[in-house]
C-alpha cells in the first residue's frame, strides 16, 4: 500500500513540475514576466574616429565618434530567451520523469506464467 502512495505523490510532484515550467514559458513569451538573465553581452560598436584622422574631424580631440551597430538588447533577448526555453524543457522533462515513475509504482504488477512446451519433446500426433 505504500508504493501506491508514493506513486500517487510522484505523479502528483511530476504535474505540479510541468505546469509551473509550462506557465513560466508562458508568461514569458506573453511578456508577463522575464526570462532567466543569462547573457549580459555588450553591443557592436565600431569607433568610426580610427578610420579618419584627427585633423579631418570636426570632433574635439578628447571624443570619439563611437557608432553602435547592434545594441545589446537585440543581442541578449533572443539569447536569453532561447536558454529560458532550454531549462524550462529541462525541467518539464524532469517533472515527465517523476510523474511516469509514480505511474509505475501505481500500476499493479501482474504475472502470467503459461506452461511452457520443451523442445524436446515431439509434437503430438492427431
Same mark, same amino acid.
Given at each position: 500500500? =505504500?508504493?501506491?502512495? %508514493?506513486?500517487? @505523490?510522484?505523479?502528483?510532484?511530476?504535474?505540479?513540475?510541468?505546469?509551473?515550467? =509550462? !506557465?513560466?514559458?508562458?508568461?514569458?513569451? %506573453?511578456? +508577463?514576466?522575464?526570462?532567466?538573465?543569462? !547573457?549580459? @553581452?555588450?553591443? /557592436?560598436?565600431?569607433?568610426?574616429? =580610427? !578610420?579618419? =584622422? $584627427?585633423?579631418? %574631424?570636426?570632433?574635439?580631440?578628447? $571624443?570619439?565618434? *563611437?557608432?553602435?551597430?547592434? &545594441?545589446?538588447?537585440?543581442?541578449?533577448?533572443?539569447?536569453?530567451?532561447?536558454?529560458?526555453?532550454? @531549462?524550462?524543457? !529541462?525541467?518539464?522533462?524532469?517533472?515527465? *520523469?517523476?510523474?511516469? @515513475?509514480? /505511474? $509505475?509504482?501505481? #500500476?499493479?504488477? +501482474?504475472? %502470467?506464467?503459461?506452461?511452457? +512446451? &520443451?523442445?524436446?519433446?515431439?509434437?503430438?500426433? #492427431?
Amino acid at each position: 500500500m =505504500s508504493e501506491k502512495i %508514493t506513486g500517487y @505523490l510522484l505523479v502528483l510532484l511530476g504535474i505540479i513540475i510541468m505546469a509551473v515550467a =509550462s !506557465f513560466s514559458v508562458y508568461s514569458v513569451f %506573453t511578456n +508577463k514576466a522575464k526570462p532567466v538573465s543569462f !547573457f549580459k @553581452l555588450p553591443g /557592436v560598436a565600431l569607433d568610426l574616429g =580610427s !578610420f579618419v =584622422s $584627427q585633423e579631418e %574631424t570636426a570632433v574635439p580631440a578628447g $571624443q570619439s565618434l *563611437k557608432t553602435e551597430l547592434v &545594441s545589446p538588447e537585440i543581442i541578449n533577448e533572443p539569447m536569453n530567451l532561447l536558454a529560458h526555453l532550454l @531549462l524550462m524543457g !529541462f525541467i518539464v522533462n524532469a517533472g515527465y *520523469k517523476l510523474a511516469s @515513475l509514480g /505511474v $509505475q509504482f501505481v #500500476r499493479p504488477i +501482474k504475472v %502470467t506464467i503459461k506452461e511452457s +512446451k &520443451s523442445i524436446l519433446e515431439p509434437p503430438p500426433i #492427431r
